[in-house]
Nanobody, 126 residues
């Protein structure tokens, strides 16, 4: 079993920055692919960014490319989402997710992830 715990989100003004982290339990974190997803009220959950097991492959939603960066520190069992130039439309509950496997490519398909965090609220004011 894997337990994922996201850091607290928060309220930030448009144009500001925020970094989310997701700490994972489990001794095989280094073999997990990770993803960040978000869900705004009344909308479906969408992938924000994903990273493969060794950090060699990342992928991003078009809406966040150039603004968000996903990274991982396997020594600390943690994945990060650096969010810059935040916009009001980035307001959502953000979730991290994990999937075991040394896949060469990152993957934004939510259905392949086995483990999910509880979510953290990010609110961007205009």
């Amino acid at each position: 079993q894997v337990r994922l715990v996201e850091s607290a989100g928060g309220l930030v003004q448009a144009g500001g920055s925020l970094r989310l982290s997701c700490a994972a339990s489990g001794r095989t974190f280094s073999t997990y692919a990770m993803g960040w997803f978000r869900q705004a009220p009344g909308k479906e959950r969408e992938c924000v960014a994903a990273i493969n097991w060794n950090g060699g492959s990342t992928s991003y939603a078009d809406s966040v490319k150039g603004r968000f960066t996903i990274s991982r520190d396997s020594a600390k069992n943690t994945v990060f989402l650096q969010m810059n130039s935040l916009k009001p439309e980035d307001t959502a509950v953000y979730y991290c997710a994990a999937r075991e496997g040394r896949f060469s490519s990152s993957n934004c398909n939510s259905r392949i992830y086995d483990y999910w965090g509880q979510g953290t609220q990010v609110t961007v004011s205009s």
